[in-house]
Every structure is written in structure tokens, then in C-alpha cells.
């Protein structure tokens, strides 16, 4: 088969600004948020025309990322644990043959920004500087399937004993002051991300304090059982 070319129509600024701490799947982290950013010649108004009367969109990109890493024709999906191997295409892997993603976000507003339209979006999980190759309406009626089911995918989250986060004085002092700053949530997107329990399966055992990085702050946080304490905060220079 002749293989075809496509372009980025798009480009992703998000509160992810590593891979670590992006939720498996959209939706999962309500205040996780990001920017689309049109790129040229799709930066034009007349595109996005009445766009902004869905309350959510299908975003289409590439897994940038993940593209030097190849693919391989099986995965151990997180949700077996790691431990069991399916089909790449039984999975939402970012090494996949053509390493394309999609996500259904929620579309908050649609703006424009210096020569550009940018649009607002919420529960992403897609990584900083993503390239975006398509943006489609959510149309609930068909997109929202009420007797699919889960398959293998179907328990560990919502079986697994609830995350309680809790915040040292320091770190939510933190918050506190970046929030005003900046009006990014980030003691709320710290709280819902750990609630996920980020860590890969290989890394639950032997460690007890990790480090994340959202929009540029880095956080320390600790293990202790279901309680996963935040130490410190600190923004990147
Ligand atoms: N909803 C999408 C993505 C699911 S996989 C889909 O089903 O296609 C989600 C994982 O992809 C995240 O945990 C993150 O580690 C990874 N990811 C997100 N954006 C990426 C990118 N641009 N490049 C590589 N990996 C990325």
C-alpha cells in the first residue's frame, strides 16, 4: 500500500508537561487542561464555526513521543497490571503502528489569540507540545455507546481502595500563592492525578517518595500506605 502524508493542523500546550502523571485515559482528570493552538493555513475562523456548540470534541493526535520508540505488535496494558500481553490494537498504547491517539476532552471556550484561534480544553491526557491532526464534534447520541462493554479493562480502577492526598504547610502555601498568580488550579490538578496513583506497576515496590512535573512546577510527594502526602512544590526557572 502507498503510504500517505498528513499534517499537524494543531499543537497542544498542556498541564502535562512530562509523561509522568498523565492519566491513562481523557476524562479521568477532570482539571487536568491544556490549549490547542490552530497552526497555519487552519487558523482561520471559518474552521471553527460554530465549534463551540458542542460541549465536548473527538481530538485526533500524534503520540510525538512515543514515535522514535517504534511500536510493538503486543503491550502489557497497565490495567492487567503489567503483567499480561493483548493484541496493540485490543489497547490504547501510544507504540502503535502509525502512534496516533484520540481523546474525547470536554471544550471549554474558543479564542482568539494573536492571529491564531486556541481552544480551551478540559480532562485531557495528552503531553505538552502534542500534535494535533484532526478536531471532531462529540456527538453523544452516537459517539456514546450505553451497552458497551469493558473488557479487560473493566475493574482495577474502580475497585482499587480510594487515594486519600493530603498537602504539607508548605506545599499548600504553594498552591496557594501560584493559584493567585497564575489562576491555574494546581492544588486540585495535584489532587485528582495522585488520586490515579501515577505509579507504573514496576514502581510500587521499594520507592516511597516520587517527583512530578505540572504546567512548570515540579512536586515532591510521598507514599504512606493509601495516603499519599504532597511535600514540596517548587516552580522551574
Ligand atoms: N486517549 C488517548 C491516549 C491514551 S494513552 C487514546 O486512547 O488514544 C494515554 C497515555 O499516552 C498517557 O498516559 C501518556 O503517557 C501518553 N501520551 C500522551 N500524549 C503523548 C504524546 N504526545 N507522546 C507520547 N505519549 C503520550
Redesign the pocket.
Known amino acids: 500500500m502507498k503510504s500517505i502524508s498528513i499534517r499537524p493542523i494543531g499543537v ?1 500546550h ?1 498541564c ?1 508537561t512530562e ?2 502523571g ?5 476524562g479521568m482528570v477532570k482539571s487536568a487542561t491544556a490549549f490547542l493552538e490552530l497552526l497555519p493555513p487552519f487558523n482561520r475562523e471559518e474552521m471553527v464555526r460554530e465549534l463551540d456548540s458542542f460541549s465536548h470534541i473527538w481530538v485526533h ?7 522514535e520508540e517504534g511500536w510493538k505488535p503486543t503491550v502489557r496494558p497497565p490495567w492487567l497490571g503489567g503483567k499480561k500481553r493483548v493484541g496493540v490494537f485490543a489497547t ?3 507504540h502503535r503502528p502509525n ?6 476532552v470536554k471544550l471549554i471556550d474558543i479564542k482568539r489569540e494573536k492571529k491564531t484561534y486556541v481552544l480551551s480544553l478540559a480532562g485531557i ?7 494535533v491532526l484532526d478536531i471532531k464534534p462529540y456527538i453523544p447520541y452516537s459517539d456514546c455507546v450505553g451497552t458497551a462493554t469493558e473488557g479487560y479493562a473493566r475493574y482495577v480502577e474502580r475497585d482499587r481502595p480510594e487515594i486519600e492526598v493530603v498537602f504539607s504547610k508548605e506545599a499548600t502555601l504553594f498552591c496557594i500563592t501560584y493559584e493567585q498568580k497564575t489562576g491555574r488550579k494546581i492544588r486540585l490538578l495535584t489532587e485528582e492525578v495522585l488520586m490515579q496513583d501515577p505509579r507504573p506497576a514496576s514502581q510500587k515496590e521499594g520507592r516511597s517518595e516520587f517527583g512530578m512535573m505540572l504546567w512548570d512546577i515540579n512536586i515532591r510527594w510521598q507514599v504512606k500506605g493509601r495516603q499519599f502526602e504532597v511535600l514540596e512544590c517548587w516552580k522551574v526557572q
Open positions: 497542544i498542556s502535562f509523561k509522568f498523565i492519566p491513562r485515559q481523557s493526535f500524534l503520540f510525538h513521543q512515543a514515535v490504547r498504547s501510544p502512534h496516533m491517539g484520540i481523546s474525547a491526557d495528552f503531553l505538552d507540545q502534542t500534535q
